[in-house]
Protein backbone atom coordinates (compact mmCIF):
# COMPACT_ATOMS: atom_id res chain seq x y z
CA UNK A 1 0.00 0.00 0.00
CA UNK A 2 2.89 2.10 0.57
CA UNK A 3 4.01 2.06 -3.36
CA UNK A 4 0.62 3.70 -4.10
CA UNK A 5 2.35 6.75 -2.38
CA UNK A 6 5.09 7.11 -3.49
CA UNK A 7 6.77 9.74 -5.80
CA UNK A 8 6.72 9.20 -9.12
CA UNK A 9 10.40 8.10 -10.36
CA UNK A 10 12.61 10.78 -12.15
CA UNK A 11 12.70 10.60 -15.73
CA UNK A 12 16.08 9.59 -15.86
CA UNK A 13 15.01 6.66 -13.32
CA UNK A 14 11.95 6.11 -15.53
CA UNK A 15 14.19 5.93 -18.60
CA UNK A 16 16.52 3.76 -17.19
CA UNK A 17 13.85 1.08 -15.87
CA UNK A 18 12.12 1.19 -19.35
CA UNK A 19 15.85 0.54 -21.04
CA UNK A 20 16.26 -2.39 -18.31
CA UNK A 21 12.67 -3.81 -19.09
CA UNK A 22 13.52 -4.16 -22.53
CA UNK A 23 17.05 -5.37 -22.48
CA UNK A 24 15.37 -8.01 -20.03
CA UNK A 25 12.63 -8.66 -22.75
CA UNK A 26 15.74 -9.25 -25.59
CA UNK A 27 17.38 -11.51 -23.33
CA UNK A 28 14.48 -13.95 -22.72
CA UNK A 29 13.14 -13.79 -26.24
CA UNK A 30 17.03 -14.58 -26.81
CA UNK A 31 17.32 -17.55 -24.47
CA UNK A 32 14.05 -19.33 -25.16
CA UNK A 33 13.73 -19.37 -28.95
CA UNK A 34 14.76 -21.77 -30.98
CA UNK A 35 16.87 -20.39 -33.72
CA UNK A 36 18.54 -23.19 -36.58
CA UNK A 37 22.22 -24.14 -36.22
CA UNK A 38 21.94 -25.94 -39.56
CA UNK A 39 21.24 -23.21 -42.86
CA UNK A 40 18.73 -25.13 -44.89
CA UNK A 41 18.79 -24.62 -48.75
CA UNK A 42 16.64 -21.43 -49.98
CA UNK A 43 12.54 -22.32 -49.80
CA UNK A 44 13.09 -25.16 -48.34
CA UNK A 45 11.15 -26.11 -45.00
CA UNK A 46 11.23 -28.61 -42.58
CA UNK A 47 8.19 -28.20 -40.35
CA UNK A 48 8.64 -31.33 -38.00
CA UNK A 49 11.06 -33.90 -37.05
CA UNK A 50 9.61 -37.20 -36.29
CA UNK A 51 11.34 -40.47 -34.93
CA UNK A 52 10.91 -44.45 -34.41
CA UNK A 53 13.65 -46.44 -32.70
CA UNK A 54 15.00 -47.54 -29.49
CA UNK A 55 16.36 -46.22 -26.98
CA UNK A 56 19.03 -43.92 -28.71
CA UNK A 57 16.00 -41.79 -29.27
CA UNK A 58 13.44 -42.58 -26.98
CA UNK A 59 11.54 -39.85 -25.37
CA UNK A 60 10.12 -41.24 -22.74
CA UNK A 61 7.60 -44.31 -24.23
CA UNK A 62 8.69 -47.01 -21.82
CA UNK A 63 7.53 -45.03 -18.97
CA UNK A 64 4.24 -46.41 -18.69
CA UNK A 65 5.29 -50.46 -19.69
CA UNK A 66 5.84 -53.09 -17.71
CA UNK A 67 9.61 -53.85 -18.80
CA UNK A 68 13.07 -53.29 -17.17
CA UNK A 69 13.76 -51.26 -20.28
CA UNK A 70 13.13 -47.61 -18.09
CA UNK A 71 15.12 -44.59 -17.06
CA UNK A 72 12.63 -42.76 -15.34
CA UNK A 73 14.44 -42.34 -12.38
CA UNK A 74 17.61 -40.79 -11.11
CA UNK A 75 20.56 -40.36 -12.08
CA UNK A 76 19.25 -40.32 -15.94
CA UNK A 77 17.97 -36.90 -17.00
CA UNK A 78 20.78 -35.56 -13.96
CA UNK A 79 21.73 -32.19 -16.48
CA UNK A 80 17.94 -32.53 -18.43
CA UNK A 81 15.93 -28.97 -17.23
CA UNK A 82 16.92 -29.58 -13.54
CA UNK A 83 17.65 -32.66 -13.12
CA UNK A 84 14.15 -34.27 -14.21
CA UNK A 85 14.16 -37.55 -15.44
CA UNK A 86 12.11 -38.11 -18.05
CA UNK A 87 13.03 -41.68 -19.43
CA UNK A 88 15.64 -40.19 -21.75
CA UNK A 89 18.22 -42.75 -22.00
CA UNK A 90 21.47 -40.62 -21.04
CA UNK A 91 22.07 -37.01 -18.52
CA UNK A 92 20.24 -34.67 -20.82
CA UNK A 93 19.66 -34.44 -24.61
CA UNK A 94 19.12 -37.15 -27.06
CA UNK A 95 19.83 -37.03 -30.44
CA UNK A 96 16.23 -36.38 -31.33
CA UNK A 97 16.19 -33.24 -29.26
CA UNK A 98 19.57 -32.01 -30.55
CA UNK A 99 18.36 -32.73 -34.35
CA UNK A 100 15.05 -30.79 -33.68
CA UNK A 101 16.99 -28.06 -31.71
CA UNK A 102 19.41 -27.68 -34.48
CA UNK A 103 16.72 -27.58 -37.56
CA UNK A 104 15.14 -24.54 -35.47
CA UNK A 105 12.15 -26.62 -35.08
CA UNK A 106 12.18 -26.55 -30.99
CA UNK A 107 14.21 -27.57 -28.09
CA UNK A 108 13.02 -30.41 -26.88
CA UNK A 109 11.24 -33.36 -28.90
CA UNK A 110 8.13 -34.95 -27.15
CA UNK A 111 7.09 -38.51 -26.70
CA UNK A 112 4.21 -39.42 -28.22
CA UNK A 113 2.68 -41.34 -25.18
CA UNK A 114 3.81 -39.02 -22.82
CA UNK A 115 0.65 -38.19 -20.79
CA UNK A 116 1.08 -34.09 -21.36
CA UNK A 117 1.72 -34.07 -24.37
CA UNK A 118 -0.16 -31.59 -25.73
CA UNK A 119 -2.31 -31.20 -29.08
CA UNK A 120 -0.13 -28.09 -30.32
CA UNK A 121 3.29 -30.30 -29.88
CA UNK A 122 2.25 -32.60 -32.43
CA UNK A 123 2.53 -30.67 -35.86
CA UNK A 124 6.35 -30.03 -34.86
CA UNK A 125 6.81 -33.73 -34.39
CA UNK A 126 7.26 -36.56 -31.59
CA UNK A 127 8.93 -39.59 -30.87
CA UNK A 128 7.32 -43.01 -31.19
CA UNK A 129 10.96 -44.79 -30.46
CA UNK A 130 10.74 -47.30 -27.35
CA UNK A 131 13.98 -48.12 -25.66
CA UNK A 132 14.89 -51.93 -26.32
CA UNK A 133 13.32 -52.56 -30.34
CA UNK A 134 14.58 -53.57 -32.75
CA UNK A 135 14.56 -54.79 -36.62
CA UNK A 136 14.16 -58.17 -35.32
CA UNK A 137 10.38 -59.01 -33.72
CA UNK A 138 12.04 -61.16 -31.44
CA UNK A 139 13.94 -58.16 -29.96
CA UNK A 140 11.37 -56.01 -28.54
CA UNK A 141 8.76 -59.35 -27.47
CA UNK A 142 12.25 -59.89 -25.12
CA UNK A 143 12.02 -57.67 -22.99
CA UNK A 144 8.32 -56.59 -23.85
CA UNK A 145 8.40 -53.26 -25.47
CA UNK A 146 7.12 -51.55 -28.14
CA UNK A 147 8.06 -53.11 -32.11
CA UNK A 148 8.69 -50.66 -34.82
CA UNK A 149 5.01 -52.03 -36.37
CA UNK A 150 3.47 -50.97 -32.84
CA UNK A 151 5.41 -47.72 -33.56
CA UNK A 152 3.65 -47.22 -37.46
CA UNK A 153 0.42 -48.06 -35.95
CA UNK A 154 0.77 -45.36 -33.52
CA UNK A 155 1.73 -43.57 -36.20
CA UNK A 156 -1.53 -43.51 -37.70
CA UNK A 157 -3.06 -42.31 -34.70
CA UNK A 158 -0.83 -39.94 -34.67
CA UNK A 159 -1.92 -38.65 -38.76
CA UNK A 160 -5.45 -38.81 -37.76
CA UNK A 161 -5.02 -36.36 -34.87
CA UNK A 162 -3.23 -33.98 -37.08
CA UNK A 163 -5.89 -33.96 -39.04
CA UNK A 164 -8.72 -32.69 -36.27
CA UNK A 165 -5.80 -30.41 -35.47
CA UNK A 166 -4.45 -28.87 -38.65
CA UNK A 167 -6.92 -30.16 -41.25
CA UNK A 168 -5.86 -32.69 -44.29
CA UNK A 169 -4.22 -30.47 -46.59
CA UNK A 170 -2.12 -28.83 -43.96
CA UNK A 171 -1.28 -32.67 -42.86
CA UNK A 172 -0.08 -33.95 -45.96
CA UNK A 173 2.18 -30.80 -46.26
CA UNK A 174 3.35 -31.76 -42.81
CA UNK A 175 3.90 -35.61 -44.17
CA UNK A 176 5.77 -35.15 -47.02
CA UNK A 177 8.16 -32.17 -45.59
CA UNK A 178 9.15 -33.48 -42.25
CA UNK A 179 12.27 -35.42 -41.20
CA UNK A 180 11.86 -38.70 -40.87
CA UNK A 181 14.50 -40.75 -38.15
CA UNK A 182 14.80 -44.25 -38.08
CA UNK A 183 17.02 -45.46 -35.05
CA UNK A 184 17.52 -49.44 -34.40
CA UNK A 185 19.64 -52.76 -34.96
CA UNK A 186 21.99 -51.90 -32.12
CA UNK A 187 20.06 -54.21 -29.61
CA UNK A 188 19.15 -56.43 -32.52
CA UNK A 189 22.72 -57.49 -32.32
CA UNK A 190 24.41 -56.80 -28.61
CA UNK A 191 21.24 -58.37 -27.05
CA UNK A 192 19.31 -60.82 -29.11
CA UNK A 193 22.11 -62.31 -31.56
CA UNK A 194 25.26 -61.95 -29.48
CA UNK A 195 24.23 -61.96 -25.95
CA UNK A 196 21.06 -64.37 -25.10
CA UNK A 197 22.27 -66.01 -27.91
CA UNK A 198 18.89 -67.58 -29.65
CA UNK A 199 19.12 -66.49 -32.68
CA UNK A 200 22.30 -67.66 -33.14
CA UNK A 201 21.04 -70.94 -33.46
CA UNK A 202 18.74 -70.12 -36.41
CA UNK A 203 21.18 -67.55 -38.16
CA UNK A 204 24.76 -66.90 -39.16
CA UNK A 205 25.73 -63.49 -38.91
CA UNK A 206 25.30 -62.84 -42.95
CA UNK A 207 22.32 -64.26 -42.62
CA UNK A 208 20.71 -62.35 -39.47
CA UNK A 209 22.23 -59.57 -41.30
CA UNK A 210 19.80 -60.09 -44.41
CA UNK A 211 17.30 -60.65 -41.73
CA UNK A 212 17.47 -56.93 -40.28
CA UNK A 213 18.26 -54.95 -43.43
CA UNK A 214 14.50 -56.72 -44.79
CA UNK A 215 12.49 -55.50 -41.87
CA UNK A 216 14.43 -52.01 -42.35
CA UNK A 217 13.31 -51.90 -45.53
CA UNK A 218 9.52 -52.93 -45.46
CA UNK A 219 9.55 -50.17 -42.22
CA UNK A 220 10.69 -47.54 -45.14
CA UNK A 221 8.53 -48.56 -47.60
CA UNK A 222 5.57 -48.57 -45.25
CA UNK A 223 6.61 -45.00 -43.89
CA UNK A 224 6.72 -44.01 -47.78
CA UNK A 225 3.09 -44.90 -48.28
CA UNK A 226 1.93 -42.73 -45.04
CA UNK A 227 3.02 -40.05 -46.84
CA UNK A 228 6.46 -39.54 -45.45
CA UNK A 229 9.26 -38.61 -48.02
CA UNK A 230 12.64 -37.61 -46.27
CA UNK A 231 13.98 -40.57 -44.47
CA UNK A 232 17.13 -41.09 -42.58
CA UNK A 233 18.08 -44.24 -41.35
CA UNK A 234 20.95 -44.47 -38.92
CA UNK A 235 23.45 -47.14 -38.78
CA UNK A 236 24.59 -49.63 -36.69
CA UNK A 237 27.64 -48.18 -34.29
CA UNK A 238 30.50 -50.17 -33.52
CA UNK A 239 28.79 -51.91 -30.80
CA UNK A 240 31.82 -53.79 -29.16
CA UNK A 241 33.33 -50.91 -28.18
CA UNK A 242 30.08 -49.81 -26.08
CA UNK A 243 31.59 -49.96 -22.28
CA UNK A 244 28.98 -53.03 -21.72
CA UNK A 245 29.48 -55.25 -25.02
CA UNK A 246 33.39 -54.55 -24.25
CA UNK A 247 32.67 -55.73 -20.33
CA UNK A 248 31.06 -59.21 -21.55
CA UNK A 249 32.92 -59.80 -24.57
CA UNK A 250 36.30 -57.41 -24.63
CA UNK A 251 38.54 -60.09 -22.49
CA UNK A 252 40.42 -59.05 -19.24
CA UNK A 253 41.61 -55.96 -20.80
CA UNK A 254 37.81 -55.05 -22.00
CA UNK A 255 39.34 -54.59 -25.50
CA UNK A 256 36.38 -53.39 -28.36
CA UNK A 257 34.56 -56.39 -29.23
CA UNK A 258 35.74 -57.10 -33.03
CA UNK A 259 33.08 -59.99 -34.20
CA UNK A 260 30.34 -57.57 -32.81
CA UNK A 261 31.67 -54.64 -34.68
CA UNK A 262 32.24 -56.78 -37.87
CA UNK A 263 28.92 -58.05 -37.68
CA UNK A 264 27.53 -54.40 -37.67
CA UNK A 265 29.74 -53.24 -40.47
CA UNK A 266 27.98 -55.94 -42.69
CA UNK A 267 24.91 -54.75 -41.67
CA UNK A 268 25.66 -51.55 -42.28
CA UNK A 269 27.04 -52.44 -45.83
CA UNK A 270 23.61 -54.08 -46.70
CA UNK A 271 21.72 -51.60 -45.45
CA UNK A 272 23.52 -48.61 -47.15
CA UNK A 273 22.92 -50.81 -50.48
CA UNK A 274 19.16 -51.09 -50.10
CA UNK A 275 18.81 -47.87 -49.26
CA UNK A 276 20.59 -46.47 -52.26
CA UNK A 277 18.08 -48.94 -54.10
CA UNK A 278 15.05 -47.66 -52.27
CA UNK A 279 15.86 -44.08 -53.32
CA UNK A 280 15.94 -44.98 -56.44
CA UNK A 281 12.54 -47.07 -56.91
CA UNK A 282 10.25 -44.79 -54.42
CA UNK A 283 9.30 -41.34 -56.36
CA UNK A 284 10.08 -38.12 -54.60
CA UNK A 285 11.74 -39.15 -52.09
CA UNK A 286 15.04 -39.22 -49.87
CA UNK A 287 16.07 -42.16 -47.64
CA UNK A 288 19.80 -41.21 -46.72
CA UNK A 289 21.70 -43.38 -44.80
CA UNK A 290 23.44 -41.97 -41.87
CA UNK A 291 26.87 -43.42 -41.51
CA UNK A 292 27.55 -43.75 -37.42
CA UNK A 293 29.57 -46.46 -37.34
CA UNK A 294 32.80 -44.36 -38.36
CA UNK A 295 32.15 -40.77 -36.73
CA UNK A 296 31.68 -42.70 -33.29
CA UNK A 297 34.96 -45.06 -33.63
CA UNK A 298 37.17 -42.00 -34.57
CA UNK A 299 36.01 -39.93 -30.86
CA UNK A 300 36.62 -43.51 -29.74
CA UNK A 301 40.26 -43.81 -31.22
CA UNK A 302 40.77 -39.83 -31.15
CA UNK A 303 38.79 -38.84 -28.01
CA UNK A 304 41.36 -35.80 -26.92
CA UNK A 305 40.16 -34.20 -29.93
CA UNK A 306 36.71 -34.10 -29.05
CA UNK A 307 37.25 -32.99 -25.80
CA UNK A 308 36.75 -36.52 -23.89
CA UNK A 309 39.14 -38.30 -20.85
CA UNK A 310 37.09 -41.70 -21.14
CA UNK A 311 35.38 -43.37 -23.72
CA UNK A 312 35.94 -46.99 -21.88
CA UNK A 313 33.38 -46.35 -19.32
CA UNK A 314 30.26 -44.97 -18.76
CA UNK A 315 29.89 -42.19 -16.09
CA UNK A 316 27.56 -43.99 -13.90
CA UNK A 317 28.40 -46.02 -11.07
CA UNK A 318 31.54 -48.51 -12.48
CA UNK A 319 30.62 -47.36 -15.81
CA UNK A 320 31.28 -50.95 -17.04
CA UNK A 321 28.29 -52.99 -16.52
CA UNK A 322 25.46 -50.10 -15.13
CA UNK A 323 22.51 -49.33 -17.59
CA UNK A 324 18.42 -49.33 -17.25
CA UNK A 325 17.82 -50.27 -13.51
CA UNK A 326 22.00 -50.89 -12.77
CA UNK A 327 22.39 -47.17 -12.79
CA UNK A 328 19.91 -45.87 -10.43
CA UNK A 329 19.38 -43.74 -7.31
CA UNK A 330 22.33 -45.40 -5.77
CA UNK A 331 24.55 -45.40 -8.19
CA UNK A 332 27.83 -42.91 -8.05
CA UNK A 333 28.49 -40.91 -11.11
CA UNK A 334 31.27 -38.97 -12.39
CA UNK A 335 31.94 -35.40 -11.16
CA UNK A 336 32.41 -34.05 -14.77
CA UNK A 337 30.10 -35.95 -17.51
CA UNK A 338 31.25 -33.83 -20.02
CA UNK A 339 34.85 -35.92 -20.34
CA UNK A 340 32.67 -38.54 -20.70
CA UNK A 341 31.61 -40.23 -23.96
CA UNK A 342 29.40 -42.63 -22.12
CA UNK A 343 26.20 -41.56 -19.68
CA UNK A 344 26.02 -45.37 -18.62
CA UNK A 345 27.43 -48.54 -19.96
CA UNK A 346 25.43 -48.34 -23.51
CA UNK A 347 24.06 -44.70 -24.10
CA UNK A 348 26.34 -41.34 -24.90
CA UNK A 349 26.24 -38.46 -22.85
CA UNK A 350 25.01 -35.36 -24.63
CA UNK A 351 27.92 -34.62 -24.88
CA UNK A 352 28.78 -37.04 -26.81
CA UNK A 353 25.45 -37.28 -29.07
CA UNK A 354 26.23 -33.57 -29.93
CA UNK A 355 29.45 -34.41 -31.30
CA UNK A 356 27.70 -36.85 -33.07
CA UNK A 357 24.44 -34.96 -34.21
CA UNK A 358 26.87 -32.49 -35.79
CA UNK A 359 29.04 -33.79 -37.81
CA UNK A 360 26.00 -35.93 -38.97
CA UNK A 361 24.00 -32.82 -39.82
CA UNK A 362 26.55 -30.96 -41.68
CA UNK A 363 27.64 -34.46 -43.86
CA UNK A 364 24.31 -35.30 -44.57
CA UNK A 365 21.35 -32.27 -44.30
CA UNK A 366 21.25 -31.56 -47.66
CA UNK A 367 21.33 -35.15 -48.87
CA UNK A 368 17.13 -34.78 -47.88
CA UNK A 369 16.50 -32.00 -50.71
Given amino acids: MQLLFMKPPSRSLSSFLSTLSFLVYVFLIFCTSTEAVIKLPENVTVPAVIVFGDSIVDQGNNNNLATLIKSDFPPYGKDFMGGRPTG ?10 LIAEELGIKNILPAYLDPNLKAEDLPTGVSFASGGTGFDPQTSQLVSVISLPDQLESFKEYIGKLKGIVGEAKTNDILKNSIYLVVAGSDDLANTYFTIGLT ?22 ELYNLGARRMAVFGIP ?68 YGFDVVNKGCCGTGTVEVVILCNRYSKTCPDDSKYLFWDSYHPTQKGYTVLVDQVLQKYINNFF
Avoid: M, W
Fill in 88 to 97: RFSNAKTPAD
Fill in 238 to 305: PIGCLPSQRSLAGGPLRVCAENYNQAAQLVNTKLSSELHSLNSSLPQSRVVYIDIYNPLLDIIQNPQK
Fill in 200 to 221: RLQYTVPSYADLLVASASNFVQ
